[in-house]
């Protein structure tokens, strides 16, 4: 699924298909994380109910209001413990499917917000 905006930026999500995802002008094939300081991390996502917060540690760094999980073609629910600890940061955490994640992340950096966002593509 291709996206569009307006105005292109290093950090807009512009298509994420099952095994890629362009980001800016990067293409990955493979999972990826990325922050609204503009960090791509390779981030491989386990099984849902094995992530956790201490997994997600290099991603809270940057201190996000808002954790966006693209689960692939299909969604999954979040651990309870994972929504939990969020909570207690003062993180929101919203888990779709990828396309859904793709659309909310560039949104929501649109708006001047400061999502981070895992980006599974298989």
């Known amino acids: ?3 569009s905006r307006d105005q292109l930026s290093p950090l807009t999500i512009r298509e994420a298909e099952p095994g890629l995802v362009r980001i800016g002008t990067d293409e990955f094939r493979h999972d990826v994380a990325l922050t609204a ?17 201490k997994r997600l540690g290099e991603l809270l760094q ?15 629910l979040p ?23 793709c659309r ?8 001047g917000r400061r999502p981070a966002a895992i980006i599974k593509i298989s």
């Open 37 to 53: 300081d503009g960090n791509v991390i390779d981030f491989s996502l386990p099984a849902m109910d094995s992530l956790t917060e």
């Open 62 to 76: 940057a201190e996000p209001e808002m954790l966006i999980i693209g689960t692939g073609w299909k969604s999954m």
């Open 1 to 3: 699924m291709k996206f």
């Open 104 to 111: 909310t992340f560039n949104i929501l950096v649109g708006e």
């Open 79 to 101: 651990p309870r413990e994972l929504v939990f600890a969020m909570a207690r940061r003062g993180v929101g955490i919203e888990v779709m499917d990828t396309p859904a994640a």
